[in-house]
């Protein structure tokens, strides 16, 4: 009922772009950086896999994925998306419970901080944010607060609510040291941070002592919160107008723009942009303006933000803000108006990635035009599309004063030498894999042959769940070498005589996301072959010859039993 009413097209068209292939969907997968579609949704079966970073499942598991939930949070989400109640029995998972109590404290923790702001002990922290001109509605919007000077305030507060001190451990709001537990924020304007739901997940702190060792504090990752897969403010831009999203460098310059007017802007949490925050982005707008600061920092932030938003296929420009380090300098010197005519001078992310190449350099000098063209090839190499490198290419060819063809061969030799290049890492990579662990089924290593006959016997089972017995005939769950695998059977088989179902969402909640991306996957590729009777026997087996092979060992380490069982298959191997 749950998956009915929640169709898994549905549910993801809400966070990507579905375009229909045939009778299914494509889209670019949310959870890696891509330009080429690889994550598949099959309606038939409502599941989804990616064939590029292997994450596959049901509806649910699609929601533990990208809303970051445990399997019973996904439930419950589902369930109140569908205005379908819960269960009571269903509301016992105890890490739902755990996360629970820790946004609770969280909720807690913001509401004491906005006390304090507000309080005679908050006056150095009002006046810090009167003097940065946030009016007293942006303040309430944003939830700002202040945490007093002091080793134990939050903790003797928050003790008094019912926590304890483990659990403001665990949620990042003490730091225990060998002196003891103490407050992780003092004397700092506080910044909740909040997911897309609605939850406070963390917080920043601003320091307000001149000689503080961090200026901006930011909880450390918890249960609730991650700080590569959450942009600030992202809550109020999920739901703005605008057909882009500014992403800035820190909260002020993303509350100074919010309050005036600009409510797409975000920010990273006090790290450099990650492709999960590409990812986010992506989901909520076609188009990224980069508005970092113009120090020597800042560049190099935004070439790394340029670089990963042209991975994922992202269309991005980059704001230069004249006679202001940032946002909040120039919207204060010349206000909304000006900055908005300013957004719409910005340059895409290749045309200012393209006069940076010229900085300091005279192109009208020999010297100047050899350097500039230095410079120039291995950018030109690296853009994606025919049709801008072929246009950069002539700009090139202009300000160096040479043929056009003769860049273009240049520009040819390096992309292949890249590509040659990316071959033997891709190469190197697949000779290190075949030596690796895998983290899902680490024992697959020390079985190939057995793994792989493991994972058709368990595509058959979905396929075909009326051949179990035919399985069952001739092999046990011990049969099965690899862990991992033998679980999968022994459950599959377990859904099958109890009469259910067999699909994804019938043992999702058995396995990790990880594992049930594995499951879905060892379905979807064994749908590259025909199914048949000879092929399932094949699989069969092998798993039989490696059980022969195991119990294959000399009389002198034999007990009575194993002797005498042994004697009895040769004797009946010999009648045949």
């Not at 598949?40 to 292997?54: I, P, R």
């Not at 989400?77 to 820790?102: C, H, I, V, W, Y």
């Not at 913001?110 to 005679?120: C, M, Q, T």
Request: aromatic content about 8%.
């Amino acid at each position: 009922m749950l998956r009915a009413n929640n169709e898994i097209t549905s549910v993801m068209s809400s966070y990507v772009e579905l375009k229909r292939a045939g009778r299914d969907f494509v889209c670019s997968c949310p959870f890696h950086s891509e330009r080429t579609p690889s994550c598949h949704v099959y309606t038939e079966t409502q599941s989804f896999y990616c064939f590029g970073c292997h994450a596959g499942g049901d509806v649910i598991t699609f929601i533990r994925l990208i809303e970051h939930l445990e399997y019973m949070e996904s439930v419950r989400f589902l369930a109140q998306r569908a205005g379908m109640a819960m269960p009571e029995d269903m509301g016992n998972d105890d890490t739902s419970k755990k996360r629970t109590r820790l946004l609770e404290m969280n909720r807690e923790a913001a509401r004491y901080f906005r006390d304090i702001l507000n309080s005679p002990e908050g006056k150095e922290g009002r006046e810090y944010i009167e003097n940065r001109q946030l009016t007293h509605n942006t303040i309430v919007k944003y939830g700002l607060g202040y945490a007093p000077d002091g080793w134990h305030n939050l903790q003797f507060f928050l003790r008094k609510k019912g926590y304890t001190d483990d659990e403001m451990i665990e949620g990042a709001l003490l730091v225990r040291k060998e002196r003891g537990a103490y407050d992780k924020f003092r004397r700092r304007v506080m910044f909740p941070i909040i997911d897309r739901r609605g939850n406070v997940i963390a917080f920043g702190g601003r320091a307000l002592e001149k000689d503080a060792p961090a200026k901006y504090l930011n909880s450390d990752e918890t249960l609730v919160f991650h700080k590569r897969e959450n942009l600030f403010s992202l809550n109020f831009a999920k739901n703005t107008k605008e057909k882009f999203l500014i992403l800035c460098e820190g909260y002020m310059d993303v509350i100074t723009l919010n309050q005036a007017g600009f409510d797409c802007a975000v920010a990273t949490l006090g790290t450099a942009i990650t492709p999960q925050q590409v990812n986010i982005m992506k989901q909520y707008a076609p188009e990224v303006i980069i508005s970092y600061d113009s120090d020597g920092a800042g560049q190099n932030a935004a070439m790394k933000a340029i670089n990963l938003l042209s991975e994922a296929g992202v269309d991005s420009r980059v704001l230069v803000i004249p006679d202001a380090k940032d946002p909040d300098e120039y919207i204060k010197k010349f206000g909304a108006e000006s900055f908005r005519q300013l957004l719409g001078k910005t340059a895409t992310a290749l045309d200012h990635e393209f006069g940076r190449l010229k900085e300091g350099l005279d192109t009208s000098s020999p010297a100047g035009k050899a350097e500039f063209l230095k410079k120039a090839i291995p950018f030109l190499s690296n853009i994606y599309t025919d049709t801008d490198r072929t246009i950069y290419i002539s700009e090139t060819a202009k300000i160096s004063e040479q043929p056009q063809s003769v860049i273009a061969d240049l520009v040819n030799e390096r992309r292949k030498r890249n590509a040659y290049g990316e071959q033997k890492r891709e190469e190197r990579e697949l000779l290190q894999s075949k030596t690796k662990r895998d983290p899902v089924n680490p024992e697959a290593l020390d079985f190939p042959r057995e793994e792989r006959a493991e994972r058709g016997i368990i595509a058959y089972m979905f396929h075909s769940p009326d051949l179990l017995p035919r399985v069952e005939k001739r092999l046990t769950p011990e049969d099965f070498p690899t862990e991992f695998n033998r679980r999968v059977y022994k459950i599959a088989a377990e859904c099958i005589k109890n009469g259910e179902r067999l699909d994804i969402t019938a043992i999702s909640g058995e396995f990790t996301t990880d594992e049930v991306g594995r499951i879905t996957g060892i379905c979807r590729q064994a749908d590259t072959v025909p199914y048949s009777i000879p092929r399932l026997d094949e699989y069969i087996k092998v798993l039989i010859d490696y059980r022969e092979h195991k119990e294959d060992k000399p009389v002198s380490e034999m007990s009575d039993e194993e002797l005498l069982r042994r004697m009895e298959e040769l004797r009946a191997k010999k009648k045949k």
